[in-house]
């Protein structure tokens, strides 16, 4: 080992040793971690008792149902007679309240239908209204059978959830059509008892939801009224608990464009997500301003206007769902502050609607960072080209197939110089390939390798030819490719928009099923993907042909410029038809601009351009030429 070798080891070991001296955690840093991990670890005590007390509240709302119907008629809400002392026992002061009758209110405007349960005054079911499932079913976001959400607090050493108990509302309907340019609230509230049988009218929790005509966003704020002698004494923050098994709405998933987790926003940073394929759990110790529910094109968000405090957010798929649209199932935890005052206000949002990014983008709070179009300079090629021109060219009503050919259009015409760049430059290579070969001969043997490359270099250089411009304006083409590769498969506009032979631009387009599925490919054929393919190879085997001395002094590239099109053709069977449409169009494009070249770059007067060039004195090297070439010669010095 020499003393170089010596040297960069002990730079890495004292970088290492000072990052880890540099990252260990002050004493202070240690006790307020601990402080919040026994925050979390108390919450989730906590929590687990709440589902015991669930428990117990449905064992005893199917006890008390069975009384009802067997010994008396059925009584009103509210006016609990039998077995209210084991009641009591068991739910303090909300026992009145823990048994009643399911009832089902709906509030509605033009985008959403919201199916609220007084059993726990929460949500039970949304249904967007402009869109349905792949499968032709109203889309609705979540099961209303396993969906859950409720507020967590001590009552005399009790445990309350209300989830499991019975919210009154003073609505006359059960159906709230909110009209154009209006607004509508609705009301739930669960009372303190005032007695066997009596509802305390002054002391209650209240969810009051506000909805406005053609909006999917609407306030759902909670109401504490008169619970300081209620709720424990000690009581410093309400822990909300939200729960849902979000349902399937695609016919295949995309990881392109992200498969369904939690995204989060801090307060005053950026949005994170948890993982989307593996089950996750995340104890969160910073102040959140929202959380939502992603599915591929769907969300479902609950905002704070001021922010949540400590808790946990957890996904995971169940191995044994009770429906076949089953998804994912997905949780959130967190504290709400709670100030022991006599009227409390918690003014919080709810979002129930599709990932379309302007949509989202007008919340101006960061819900559009939630749609997958790329991170850096992919991302701002997305955001401020691509889907500008998108929704431009969508506002025309055209077929999405029609859309995706004009886009391409304007991206190939925009790259245009830089495509007649690279065919410019391997004209020049083609041309120069004769004297290229004339030098190969006359160094042949793997010693004068340098000398071979200092000549050909030479020869470019008189000719007025670079190697590298051919490859430079290839790279500066790479970030709209990629760019395009994420916008696509997130795009909410190609969802159930058909295109020839494809029914749906968002999802594969299949032409034949296969009786088996083939590993990393599938058990269907997608037509789209067999053009992009075959389209791909014509394009590699047209490009090589122009290259010429390039790639034959790169063979093992060649070959792997042939195989990336068959590895892509099991990638792309399975996803969105529109990308592999895209990319097609964008190869017959390319051919076409390929034959246009041939006609505008006259080889014959680019080789006469040529000797001219060698004629004339030769420039002065550039620092970065001159670099290269002592590199070089130092290189052949060692050997």
Do not use: C
């Given at each position: 080992m020499n003393r170089n070798s010596i040297i960069g080891f002990l730079l890495i070991a004292a970088i290492m040793v000072g990052y880890t001296v540099w990252m260990t955690p002050s004493?202070?840093?240690?006790?307020?971690?601990?402080?919040?991990?026994?925050?979390?670890?108390?919450?989730?005590?906590?929590r687990q008792i709440v589902l015991d007390s669930l428990q117990r509240i449905e064992a005893a709302a199917v006890v008390q149902q069975e009384r009802q119907t067997i010994e008396t008629p059925q009584e009103p809400v509210g006016e609990i007679s039998t077995d209210y002392t084991a009641l009591k026992n068991s739910y303090d002061v909300f026992a009145n309240s823990a048994v009643g009758e399911d009832k089902t209110y709906i509030l509605e405007n033009d985008l959403v239908r919201i199916e609220i349960g007084n059993k726990g005054g929460f949500i039970k079911n949304v249904e967007l209204k402009d869109y349905q499932t792949f499968d032709s079913l109203p889309l609705t976001l979540f099961n209303p059978e396993t969906t859950n959400f409720g507020l967590s607090f001590f009552v005399n050493s009790r445990v309350i959830n209300t989830s499991g108990?019975?919210?009154?509302?003073?609505?006359?309907?059960?159906?709230?059509?909110?009209?154009?340019?209006?607004?509508?609230?609705?009301?739930?509230?669960?009372?303190?008892?005032?007695?066997?049988?009596?509802?305390?009218?002054?002391?209650?929790?209240?969810?009051?939801?506000?909805?406005?005509?053609?909006?999917?966003?609407f306030d759902f704020t909670i109401n504490v009224v008169n619970m300081q002698n209620v709720i424990a004494a000690n009581t410093n923050y309400l822990d909300l608990n939200w729960?849902?098994?979000?349902?399937?709405?695609?016919?295949?998933?995309?990881?392109?464009?992200?498969l369904p987790t939690i995204y989060y926003k801090y307060t005053n940073d950026e949005v994170e997500y948890m993982d989307e394929k593996d089950d996750d759990e995340e104890a969160i110790n910073t102040k959140l301003k929202w959380v939502s529910f992603k599915q591929r094109f769907f969300s479902s968000v609950l905002i704070a206007k001021n922010n949540f405090d400590n808790g946990t957010l957890k996904v995971f798929t169940?191995?044994?769902?009770?429906?076949?649209?089953?998804?994912?199932?997905?949780?959130?935890?967190?504290?709400?502050?709670?100030?022991?005052?006599?009227?409390?206000?918690?003014?919080?949002?709810?979002?129930?609607?599709?990932?379309q990014f302007y949509g989202l983008k007008s919340y101006d709070i960061g819900l559009e960072d939630q749609i997958p179009v790329g991170?850096?300079?992919?991302?701002?090629?997305?955001?401020?080209?691509?889907?500008?021109?998108?929704?431009?060219?969508?506002?025309y009503g055209w077929n999405y197939g029609i859309v995706i050919l004009v886009l391409t259009l304007m991206l190939k015409t925009a790259l245009f110089p830089i495509a007649y760049k690279t065919y410019l430059s391997s004209a020049k290579m083609r041309v120069l390939k004769p004297e290229v070969d004339e030098l190969s001969k006359k160094y042949p043997k793997k010693d004068d390798a340098m000398k071979k490359q200092q000549a050909v270099m030479g020869l470019y250089k008189k000719a007025g030819a670079n190697p590298a411009s051919g490859c430079i304006p290839m790279l500066l083409q790479m970030p709209i490719l990629i760019a395009m590769f994420r916008f696509f498969p997130a795009s909410i506009e190609l969802r159930q928009q058909s295109f020839l032979w494809a029914t749906d631009l968002s999802s594969y387009d299949s032409i034949y099923n296969l009786p088996f599925n083939i590993p990393y490919y599938g058990d269907h054929v997608s037509l789209f993907t067999l053009l992009m393919t075959v389209s791909t190879i014509m394009y590699t085997y047209l490009n090589n042909q122009m290259m010429g001395a390039q790639t034959q002094q790169m063979p093992g590239m060649k070959t792997m410029m042939y195989i990336m099109p068959i590895m892509f053709l099991g990638l792309f069977n399975n996803y969105a038809s529109g990308l592999s449409y895209y990319y097609f169009l964008a190869n017959i494009i390319t051919f076409g601009q390929m034959f246009a070249f041939r006609y505008l770059i006259n080889e014959d007067k680019l080789r006469k351009q040529i000797e001219v060039n060698k004629k004339k004195p030769a420039k002065k090297k550039s620092a970065f030429q001159k670099r290269l070439e002592d590199a070089a010669k130092q290189r052949g010095g060692k050997r």
């Open positions: 004493a202070e840093e240690m006790a307020e971690k601990n402080r919040v991990q026994d925050s979390i670890a108390t919450a989730n005590r906590a108990f019975y919210f009154q509302t003073d609505a006359t309907e059960t159906h709230i059509k909110v009209g154009y340019d209006k607004q509508r609230s609705f009301s739930m509230r669960l009372y303190a008892d005032a007695g066997e049988g009596q509802l305390d009218k002054s002391k209650y929790i209240e969810y009051l939801y506000t909805l406005e005509s053609d909006n999917y966003m729960y849902a098994d979000l349902r399937k709405q695609e016919k295949s998933a995309d990881q392109f464009s992200g169940q191995e044994n769902p009770s429906s076949d649209h089953y998804l994912r199932s997905m949780q959130a935890d967190f504290g709400l502050p709670y100030n022991k005052s006599s009227e409390i206000s918690i003014p919080l949002q709810f979002y129930f609607g599709p990932n991170w850096g300079i992919f991302g701002w090629i997305n955001k401020f080209i691509v889907i500008p021109i998108f929704s431009w060219l969508g506002s």
